[in-house]
């Protein structure tokens, strides 16, 4: 059984800050659940490009607000809390935050957990691994 607090995460090396947001990795690929779980701030103001080329990701939104953009049609659907989206495609899209917003996120297959976005907005498949 694995049992975390989000606290405590917050405090080492689960917790992994970039611009313009701030992830807490609560599960990666070491603890062998399959997926890995992550509670992410997205800071006001932020203007995120991404495409996770080699990871499917679920992302629900626990408080804020926001918009993503999804590049394949140029279709934007508004976030707030209660929202999920899944990148089920690999799609490329923007994630703008108007005010602060906290993310649950999953990602398939599971981040090693010192991740942060390549230059195309990607996780890279084989990162250097959390080992605690």
Known sequence: MIVRTLQE???NDRHVISEGWESTRLLLKNDGMGFSFHITTIHADANLSMHYQH???SVYCLSGEGEIT???GN???PIKSGTLYALDKHDK???C???EMKMVCVFNPPLHGKEVHNTEGSYALD???ITE
Do not use: N
């Open 70 to 72: 999804d590049l394949a």
């Open 9 to 11: 995460a917050e405090k």
């Open 93 to 95: 899209h923007i994630l």
């Open 55 to 57: 990871h499917l990701e």
């Open 97 to 99: 935050a108007f005010s």
């Open 127 to 129: 990162a250097e691994a």
């Open 75 to 77: 279709i934007v659907h």
